[in-house]
């Protein structure tokens, strides 16, 4: 069974700072990770998505890495903005999606 | 506590036929909201409902419907099925408006052939 981990929970910093988000997963056997991005009271936005032959993708002051091998993800968001506060989850499709956690970050301004 | 279950897991129809895809809530929640992923593509939201109601709607045409039941349990109904219709559906609850805690269910693969 997939079991995917986000670290931290909680992130909280001064705006300016750039972020740095952790997913692991257990099962390397995927077809793609995606981030997504949830707003409180809203569904879900979906940030990247890196099929499971590539290792990288950036979009703005996004970039996301995979390494399937040792089963890990990494977001990081450049120079943070209080808009960037929001819980960002990682899912693993292995046939079905498997969610991380989340982490909730808090950019202070 | 069951989490949020949907069936069938996977269905298979030809183009031009309908779907119906079904969401159960956890129990005790109110909004029930559906996505598509198609293959290689990012979740993309559907239709959300919350007590009865349709609240808001992705951008997808007139044939993706849907509703909640009095029990909070869900339908979503795909018309004239098309090829590009091939997607994993997810549903996802929470305890209602407001509330920023989704649980997603295990979604239903649709594939149209």
């Known amino acids: 069974k997939q079991e995917v981990t986000q670290i931290p929970a909680a992130l909280s910093v001064p705006e300016g700072e750039n972020l740095v988000l952790n997913c692991s997963f257990t099962?390397?056997?995927?077809?793609?990770l995606q981030w997504f991005r949830q707003d409180p009271g809203k569904g879900l936005t979906s940030l990247l998505l890196?099929?499971?032959?590539?290792r990288e993708q950036t979009s703005g002051r996004l970039n996301a890495s995979l390494d399937k091998s040792s089963g890990r993800s990494t977001l990081y968001i450049a120079a943070s903005q209080p808009g960037d506060s929001a819980t960002y989850l990682c899912a693993v499709d292995d046939y079905k999606l498997s969610f991380g956690a989340g982490t909730t970050v808090t950019v202070r301004a | 506590e069951a989490g949020v279950t949907q069936s069938p897991t996977h269905l298979i129809k030809t183009r031009g036929q309908q779907a119906t895809l079904r969401c159960s809530p956890i129990s005790g929640h109110t909004s029930v909201y559906w996505y598509q992923q198609a293959l290689g593509l990012g979740l993309q939201f559907l239709l959300w409902?919350?007590?009865?109601?349709?609240?808001n709607r992705g951008n997808f045409p007139p044939r993706f419907s849907g509703r909640q039941f009095p029990n909070y349990s869900s339908e979503l109904n795909v018309n004239a099925l098309e090829l590009e219709d091939s997607a994993l559906y997810l549903c996802a609850s929470s305890p209602g408006t407001g509330a920023n805690v989704l649980t997603f269910g295990a979604g239903s693969r649709l594939t149209v052939l």
């Open positions: 890196i099929q499971s032959s590539q």
């Open positions: 409902y919350d007590e009865g109601e349709e609240r």
């Open positions: 099962d390397s056997a995927i077809y793609n």
